[in-house]
């Protein structure tokens, strides 16, 4: 993250089996230096103790506003804070939220602080789909409050849909996206968005292949906020780092550049956005030998791998597509300046060469990017407008790109 400063955090929690889960909340806070107050409500003790939120945000905790009264905590803490996460959320404190209640230290604290709210529920599905907790949280995104999707999977029954609290590193991450950028806008709702992410492998025979140092991170950023301002999305991913699948989205696994064409085009007729942000080998091995190829064993050795091209999956959308109609296709450019041009003019000649809508231009020259957690570089659209992008989070440039794009969508 391209945070440097330390920031005053409150984490709040309530009282959720997924209470557990907030321990790392504040673990992932803490490390990147920031100061952490957590606040539970009373119920969100009987699954976590006093004791270990005190020991991991070194803090003391208080749930109510009855101790320590002459210190007026929650006035004191809600205005002292930079930032509110509440994780998890459970549908009876997004209730009395909406409500504007503030019979506990958590909600007073709530209603005092001028700082970013950001919510990240957790509830059986049927709650969450439930019209009264749906309508708690449409008033609370009304009331600039992010409330972030649950993300889909097994429940603590036999239950699986949405309603699973996010990974802790998906809740770090996005607030702390909104602590330097704001509320997430649901510009994206009733859109369908596909990102492809990561790098293909091209087999050489059953045990090698041909690959590049793409982790996807910035991929599953943009597939991560696409979801959280309200888009449906699938992500194609090839190989990546281990990486929490984005709230709601499907993921779709892929090996090889043909494989991701495939599924690609599969699902091109239904999508509002294309965004290929994978690292497309651009040459594969001709024949993939059935069986190990062995060490000087003649002519199908190892020594002589004959290749060729990979279809270029980003140009293949932009001439399916009729002119003037969606998909909205936005492709990405790892460049590095040189004696010809600079990586922006680089760029500039890509984006005219592929033509698509945007093109992500990212100045790879000083091994920047591949698996870092931040990014930079410009967003250029086709009609000439050039975005510059300052090095920040892949979150906050995926925001970014996202906000240009979803302007035309
Ligand atoms: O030509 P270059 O590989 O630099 O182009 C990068 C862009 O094109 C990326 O958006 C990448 O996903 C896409 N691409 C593709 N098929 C290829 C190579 C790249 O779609 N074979």
């Known amino acids: 993250m391209a945070h440097t400063a330390a920031k005053r955090i409150v984490v709040g929690v309530s009282g959720g089996i997924a209470a557990y889960k907030a321990c790392h909340v504040v673990r992932g806070f803490t490390e990147l230096g920031h100061e952490v107050q957590v606040i539970p409500t009373e119920n969100a003790l009987r699954f976590v103790g006093k004791a270990t939120f005190e020991a991991l945000s070194h803090n003391p905790v208080f749930t109510s506003v009855y101790e320590e009264v002459d210190q007026v905590r929650h006035v004191q803490v809600g205005q002292r804070a930079d930032l509110v996460v509440i994780a998890p959320a459970t549908a009876d404190l997004l209730a009395r939220l909406a409500q504007g209640r503030a019979n506990d230290m958590l909600t007073s604290t709530v209603l005092m602080t001028g700082a970013p709210v950001v919510i990240a529920p957790a509830m059986h599905t049927e709650m969450w789909n439930n019209p009264a907790t749906q309508a708690n949280v449409a008033l609370l995104r009304d009331r600039g409050m992010t409330v972030l999707e649950p993300a889909h999977g097994r429940l603590t029954g036999s239950d699986t849909g949405p309603g699973r609290l996010l990974d802790p590193e998906q809740i770090v991450d996005l607030a702390l996206l909104v602590l330097s950028t704001g509320m997430l806008p649901r510009t994206l709702a009733g859109k369908r968005v596909l990102v492809s992410a990561g790098g293909t492998r091209e087999a050489i025979d059953p045990v090698r292949f041909i690959g590049n140092h793409s982790s996807g991170r910035q991929g599953f950023a943009i597939a991560e906020v696409a979801a959280h301002m309200g888009a449906a999305v699938t992500v194609v991913a090839g190989a990546t780092d281990r990486l929490p699948t984005p709230a709601g989205a499907t993921v779709i696994a892929v090996d090889s550049a043909n494989d991701m064409q495939q599924v690609i085009a599969d699902e091109f007729a239904k999508q509002n956005i294309i965004i290929m942000a994978a690292a497309v080998a651009d040459v594969r091995p ?79 020259s000083q091994d920047q990017v591949f698996g870092k957690p931040t990014n930079a570089g410009w967003l250029l659209s086709a009609g000439g407008e050039v975005l510059e992008l300052p090095r920040d989070s892949k979150f906050v440039i995926a925001r970014q790109l996202l906000e240009a794009v979803a302007q035309q969508a």
């Not at 199908?300 to 002119?323: F, H, S, Y």
């Not at 990405?332 to 890509?350: C, M, N, P, S, V």
């Open 286 to 364: 001709k024949i993939a030998a059935a069986t190990k190829l062995k060490k000087g064993s003649g002519t199908a050795d190892l020594q002589q791998i004959d290749l060729c091209e990979n279809p270029d999956i980003l140009r293949g959308l932009v001439k399916r597509r009729a002119t003037g109609s969606q998909p909205i296709i936005v492709g990405f450019a790892a460049e590095t300046g040189d004696t010809a041009a600079t990586a922006l003019e680089h760029g500039r000649a890509k984006l005219a060469r592929k033509g698509c809508d945007w093109l992500l231009v990212n100045d790879v």
